[in-house]
């Protein structure tokens, strides 16, 4: 085995990944493996903020479907990382952290930076590993992507800053030699259950999740409504897993999403749930709408056993690759079924619950405004319509305005949109944008964020200007944490404590850094700054001014109740007193 140091063992590892780049800010602890970078083929993306590194491959991961690498300074340039390693792991997004840490002779006296990072990453990631020797670094490096493959998600390598360096003897393997892809459909026999439940459902429903997307079975799905007879609606803030051109698409459904998948599904007696885990925040009532009642039957398809009949029971679960189960399942209800006489019928049940809904909600954007402010809805209305118009890929915050989006956001093709999912963390849409036109360089990449989140994201508008990543950035000044501030309308009379937010000019901060700026507020103007920006092929930061008192219903209204006070102190503020 030839001779080499633990840096260029781990280096080779990177490159037999095909790891053509790895993000984060530069630090002393790793500086002798990333000397190697050049020569190994590798970019180092430097960032402003190592979250930003978390959020770019998390995106780059989603939509190219391989691993993104990130690293960082021991101690508080990991630490960096926690909010956005939980988000990929919420998100099931495989990665791979590179965590240096203190030395190994020095653990324990409370060095410079030092903090144990393996354990405080152990709750969000799939896996932490640590280097235990330096001859192992190889071996361990290795061993994180074939976890982070296996079980879709982060996963952290600890690597004592003393460990990059060395003589060791290492072979370099392929990674062909030391993991396998995903796949397989699991039991057969659940298959004949499953068809059974299928064939027996007089107002079957198909809910397509991340797992349609990440397996590129979109193709299937269609095959599987038309056979059915089955509209298709779309899980929780996965809008591109069905395209919205298709005359069986219902929309997303969960917060803010289509009435008309809601109440298709609460009218339905089957649901073949494809790819998703069915999360408890996703599936939650809305709108008075208890679309998963007790008497659904549910066929669910996972690749993860953990999420089969998490949250909803089921009458069949088939634990296995979102392709290959639908693959499958298409075949034995051809052969088992006859495929639905005429689709007409159906077709106009879901264009008729479309139309009531977009009645719904275009009749909401019409509430009137503040002078020279935008209701957010018609800001939306816009951009939605940007979106599928030009095959936008887009990134998606959390918040008041960005979680309205998920009524706007239609896709014709998968691996369009990318969101902060149910970690719900802010300043995500903008640092994922970026890595979004990493993973994707021709495609138009648009993020929505309101100004709160915004304030998370705008110092990385250098990095984007820096490494020519020409994201348009929307951002929608309502002038507070709007999310928030409508808790405090419904629960706290009105009383807003840390609500509101003040910026001179967002779009001229964003000129100061190098970007072009624009600033609107009427649909015209947004219209044009979108495919002027698109056009030029430039970092933009489009500031577009909406009304912060068009607020859309809290998150979880079960999640706050009205106040009782007891101190006398107090007693202005009981609820007693609304």
């Not at 397989?184 to 499953?194: L, Y």
């Not at 993860?304 to 634990?319: R, W």
Request: charged letters at 20%; proline letters at 6%.
């Amino acid at each position: 085995m030839p001779k080499m140091t633990p840096s260029e063992a781990m280096t080779e590892v990177l490159v037999q990944e095909g790891v053509t780049h790895v993000s984060g800010i530069l630090g002393s602890a790793f500086m002798d493996m990333l000397d190697l970078y050049p020569a190994a083929g590798i970019d180092f993306i430097s960032v402003r903020h190592e979250q930003t590194a978390g959020h770019m491959e998390d995106a780059y991961s989603r939509l190219t479907g391989r691993a993104g690498v990130v690293i960082g300074q021991n101690g508080p340039g990991i630490t960096n990382y926690v909010t956005a390693v939980a988000t990929a792991n919420m998100a099931h997004s495989p990665m791979v952290v590179l965590s240096p840490s203190a030395g190994s002779i020095s653990v324990g006296w409370d060095g410079f930076q030092e903090c144990d990072t393996w354990n405080l990453f152990k709750p969000i990631t799939k896996a932490a590993f640590r280097v235990p020797h330096p001859k192992r670094a190889a071996d361990i490096m290795r061993t994180a992507f074939r976890a982070a493959y296996a079980m879709r998600g982060p996963v952290l390598v600890d690597i004592p800053r003393d460990y990059f360096y060395g003589e060791i003897d290492e072979e370099i393997l392929h990674p062909s030699q030391y993991r396998v892809s995903p796949g397989g459909i699991g039991k057969p026999e659940h298959f004949a259950a499953a068809v059974e439940v299928l064939k027996n459902a007089k107002h079957p429903v198909i809910l397509a999740g991340r797992g349609v997307v990440d397996a590129n079975c979109v193709g299937t799905i269609k095959m599987l409504a038309e056979f059915l007879g089955a509209p298709v609606a779309t899980t929780y803030m996965h809008n591109d897993a069905f395209p919205c051109d298709h005359p069986l698409w219902l929309g997303p459904i969960g917060y803010m999403g289509s009435k008309a998948a809601m109440r298709t599904i609460r009218d339905a007696d089957v649901v073949l749930a494809v790819g998703t885990r069915l999360s408890y925040f996703g599936t939650l009532p809305q709108d008075d709408i208890n679309y998963f009642h007790k008497d659904l039957k549910i066929v669910q398809v996972d690749i993860n056993p953990m999420h089969i009949a998490k949250t909803h029971p089921v009458a069949v679960g088939l634990c296995a690759d979102a392709k290959d189960a639908s693959d499958e399942l298409f075949q034995r209800l051809k052969a088992n079924m006859a495929p639905a006489r005429d689709l007409t019928s159906v077709c106009n049940k879901v264009k008729a619950e479309l139309d009531v809904w977009y009645a719904e909600i275009a009749q909401i954007a019409q509430e009137p405004t503040l002078e020279g402010r935008m209701h957010p809805r018609k800001a939306l209305e816009v951009v939605g319509r940007f979106i599928t118009e030009h095959d936008v890929i887009a990134t998606t915050d959390i918040g008041n305005t960005s979680s309205t989006a998920n009524s706007y956001l239609r896709f014709k093709n998968p691996k369009r949109h990318v969101a902060t999912l149910t970690f719900g963390n802010t300043g995500f849409a903008y640092q994922a944008g970026l890595g979004a036109q990493l993973a994707c360089p021709e495609d138009t990449v648009l993020s929505i964020a309101g100004d709160g989140a915004w304030g998370m994201s705008l110092f990385e508008v250098p990095t984007a200007v820096q490494y020519n990543l020409p994201v348009i950035a929307t951002v929608y000044n309502n002038g507070a944490w709007c999310a928030e501030k409508k808790n405090q309308v419904d629960f706290y009379n009105n009383r807003f404590v840390g609500a509101d937010i003040w910026s001179k000019s967002y779009a001229k901060i964003g000129e100061a850094m190098g970007a072009d700026g624009y600033t609107v507020n009427t649909q015209a103007d947004l219209a044009n700054a979108l495919e002027t920006a698109r056009q030029k092929r430039r970092p933009a930061v489009i500031e577009i001014m909406t009304d912060g008192t068009r607020l859309a219903p809290p998150f979880r209204r079960d999640a706050l109740a009205l106040p009782t006070r007891y101190l006398p102190k107090y007693e202005h503020l009981d609820k007693k007193y609304f």
